[in-house]
């Protein structure tokens, strides 16, 4: 499939956060065509800042750090946090602690739009026989489910009180390719997501959106008619993959609940 068309610069300084992790090395090298200035925060290392970048790092649950990360901000995407099912506390800082540190800087320095990384583990132990949208209620399948859940009802909030719109995005699974069968159903390829994403910092009204994070697969257990006013349009789809992806995975366990339900491994993971 073609690369996503090059935005015009819509914002002079955008901010990503968890920069350093998968999504976020991926979207560096995207989002800096929509932007003058693109500053980039994590905790882990992120390298030199090139041309058009801010190297900023800082850790969610300090909030000082925050308050200055987000000075003369436009808009935010914010990946950083926890990303894998774990003990409860690093999960309560980085990303309960965190996301509230980082929506209260933005609402002090006036920024008006976040796309908020959430997660298909907000709704993990929904069957995989069945097929949900975002009105259904959520059915966190671990402390990062529940994490990704309090999220959203922040975003939620910050929306209500003081008209700070956010598109939160349950992404499913986005790597290269899908790596096992689920993922002919969770996939999200990396030009999608990029898609996604800026569709999610332009379109005209988001208010409090929220939306999963796929491709036009064949699959699927989510109804994503909800993302249709942000003008997202999947490109791509796992089914080219499927062949290979059975043939690795040739059979089915159909009593581990890994399969049973929509998220996966996590679902039986810790007690930590």
Known sequence: MPRPPTPTITFGRLLLTGAAGGLGRELRL?????CQVLRLSDVAELGAA???????????????????????????????????????EPILQANIVGVYNLYEAARQHGVKRIVFASSNHVTGFYRQDEVISPKDPVRPDGHYGLSKA??????????????????????????????????????LSYDDLERLVLASLTAPVVGHSIVYGMSDNTTTWWDNTRAA????????????????????QPVLDRADPAVVYQGGGFVTKGPF
């Open 50 to 88: 090139g041309p058009g970048e801010e190297v900023v790092p800082a850790a969610l649950q300090d909030a000082a750090a925050m308050h200055t990360l987000l000075q003369g901000v436009d808009a935010v995407v914010h990946l950083g946090g926890v990303s894998v099912e774990g003990p409860f």
């Open 229 to 248: 006013h942000l003008g997202y349009r999947p490109q791509d789809s796992s089914e080219p993959f499927r062949a290979a992806t059975e043939a690795r």
């Open 30 to 34: 995207r989002l800096k065509r929509c």
């Open 150 to 187: 309090f999220g959203e009802n922040l975003a939620q909030f910050y929306f209500d009180r003081y008209g700070l719109e956010t598109v939160s995005l349950r992404i499913g699974s986005s790597f290269p390719e899908p790596k096992d069968r689920r993922m002919l159903a969770t996939w």
